[in-house]
């Protein structure tokens, strides 16, 4: 039993290290795109007239907006994202979750295994500073359309299940998968040993329409 219980202690340790180091890059990536945007922006200014300066503007308004909107409301509780978690995903069981283990931040991860073959789901709920700053740069990529390759695999935004989302294909039969859902969860997929066809099936059994009823109660 004290061996169980320390395993489980250092998994959550691991798993809060993940989450901060996630949320770490995720400002870094904010900084980055919120830079580029106002060069942006300053050498358009330089070039357009004021009127056609105040369009190129929109976008960042746009992303602020989403920000400030996310910045007052609650995370969902660790009872409402146990009561949306799939026990199953492709057949694959649940085999550990883990829900809001950081404070101020509220998160779902969830992995489902079968030998070789496993499903990892990582939700971030951008509600709350910490949250809002945590899914920003999910909002930034959404708007976006990446085509990369290289020796690693490639990148490409794609349509899952219906919505935009940006799918990486790597070695050793890996799939990755982010999405920025109803402007306010961020979604991040990881396969191993599964098809890009099984994507579609996994976001469509996520029911992550089950998530925005839930932000409304």
């Not at 469509?204 to 089950?210: D, M, P, R, S, V």
């Amino acid at each position: 039993m004290q061996q169980l219980k320390l395993i489980k202690y250092i998994s959550n340790i691991f798993l809060a290290k993940t989450i901060m180091k996630t949320i770490r890059t995720v400002l870094i990536i904010q900084t980055v795109f919120c830079l580029v945007a106002c060069n942006t922006n300053n050498r358009k200014n330089q070039e357009q007239e004021p009127t056609q300066a105040a369009v190129s503007n929109t976008p960042s308004k746009s992303f602020e907006e989403n920000k400030n909107s996310l910045l007052n409301k609650t995370p969902l509780t660790k009872e409402q994202f146990a009561s949306w978690l799939p026990e199953t995903m492709l057949g694959l069981p649940l085999t550990s979750s883990t829900i809001n283990l950081l404070p101020g931040v509220g998160s779902c991860t969830a992995n489902y295994n079968q030998g070789n073959t496993r499903i990892r789901i990582m939700i971030i709920d951008g509600a709350g500073e910490k949250g809002a700053n945590g899914v920003a740069p999910y909002r930034a990529s959404s708007t976006l359309n990446i085509n990369d390759k290289g020796a690693w695999g490639s990148t490409k935004t794609e349509t899952v299940n219906g919505l935009k989302a940006k799918v990486s294909s790597l070695e050793e039969d890996r799939l990755n998968a982010s999405m920025f859902y109803n402007e306010r969860f961020a979604v991040d997929i990881k396969l191993n040993e599964l098809t890009r066809e099984s994507l579609d099936q996994i976001v469509q059994e996520l029911k992550l329409e089950k998530l925005r009823e839930l932000e409304r109660q």
